[in-house]
């Protein structure tokens, strides 16, 4: 059975660019998540899908960054006029329904905003 | 407002020796906790977890303390191997909302030396 995996595994944009990382959960997961890690910071949660439910957006840092996912499986995370301090590595995660707790990482996409 | 912390950035210990990453929190609400761990270039990986009702839960070489009193989390890797060489990260999970979203400490880098 696969992994959690994300694409690009690697992405350097210039300033001003939209940029569109991608998150392919693990088949049968209905929760999935978006963290990113700033250089020497722990792992600050952005987004939570659950199902059909409403998404938890509470982490979104501005109204640039925004996350879709389409028939409960894969996810886009879209970064618009991306800023140097967009600059990370982003990390999808995704579990079961009961077992939201044990969350299984993809590889992550490391950000360079120049 | 960092709610979940890890104050040691780093943590050396030889080969075969205790190993005792520590993590402090600061919400009451926090009910579930984990530790993660984390290779370069790789997603986090689930190692062990606590509910707040239990002192204590061990898988083999892996045991995690909970104090709820102090609000302190302590992870103990015995013995320790080479191969523990590895970023770990404490997590905590709000109990209402079942929402799943993780709350983690900025990471303890740990080298254990053959």
């Known amino acids: 059975g696969a992994g959690v995996s994300q694409s690009p595994s690697n992405k350097v944009t210039e300033k001003g660019k939209d940029v569109e990382l991608r998150c392919d959960p693990i088949s049968g997961h209905t929760a999935l998540y978006w963290y990113r890690q700033s250089l020497g910071q722990g792992l600050e949660f952005l987004i939570y899908f659950q199902g059909n439910s409403a998404p938890d957006k509470s982490g979104l840092p501005s109204d640039r960054f925004s996350a879709e996912r389409t028939g409960g499986s894969v996810s886009t995370l879209t970064i618009q006029r991306t800023q140097q301090e967009d600059s990370a590595v982003y990390l999808c995660?995704?579990?079961?329904?009961?077992?939201?707790?044990?969350?299984?990482f993809g590889p992550g996409t490391r950000l360079t905003v120049l | 407002d960092q709610q979940v912390k890890q104050n040691s950035p780093s943590l050396s210990v030889q080969e075969g020796r205790i190993s005792i990453l520590n993590c402090d929190y600061t919400n009451s609400m926090f009910d579930y906790f984990l530790w993660y761990k984390k290779y370069p270039a790789e997603g986090p990986t689930f190692l062990i977890s606590?509910?707040?009702?239990?002192d204590k839960n061990e898988d083999g070489r892996f045991t995690v303390f909970l104090n709820k009193s102090a609000k302190h989390l302590s992870l103990h890797i015995v013995p320790s191997q080479p191969g523990d060489s590895a970023v770990y990260f404490c997590a905590a999970i709000h109990g209402s909302g079942n929402t799943g979203k993780l709350i983690f400490g900025q990471g303890t880098t740990l080298q254990v030396k053959p």
């Open positions: 606590i509910s707040s009702i239990k």
């Open positions: 995660a995704s579990s079961g329904r009961t077992t939201f707790h044990t969350q299984y």
